[in-house]
């Protein structure tokens, strides 16, 4: 399971940079930063302009996962 708002929040501090700063980036109340890290799914638009400002993938975190396994049994179905 991804939880984009925890990579997001991540990959913001690893990039040396504020909640503030991504806010203006993506045109949003700095307070909204906080709830995004809170999220565990997002809107894929708003994901797009976290991306762009961030110049990161976050899609790929859900494209990798797309073929992991929950369960062993799972893995062996594949």
């Given at each position: 399971?991804?939880?984009i708002?925890k990579?997001?929040?991540d990959?913001?501090?690893?990039q040396?940079?504020?909640p503030t700063?991504?806010?203006r980036?993506?045109?949003?109340?700095?307070?909204?930063?906080?709830?995004?890290?809170?999220?565990?799914?997002?809107?894929?638009?708003?994901?797009?302009l976290?991306?762009?400002?961030?110049?990161i993938?976050?899609?790929?975190?859900?494209?990798?996962?797309?073929y992991?396994?929950?369960?062993?049994?799972?893995c062996k179905n594949n």
């Amino acid at each position: 399971m991804v939880n984009i708002g925890k990579l997001i929040e991540d990959e913001l501090r690893n990039q040396e940079r504020t909640p503030t700063w991504l806010a203006r980036k993506i045109n949003c109340e700095r307070s909204n930063i906080y709830y995004i890290f809170r999220q565990t799914s997002i809107n894929t638009e708003l994901l797009l302009l976290i991306s762009r400002a961030l110049s990161i993938d976050f899609f790929k975190y859900y494209s990798d996962s797309l073929y992991e396994c929950e369960t062993e049994e799972e893995c062996k179905n594949n």
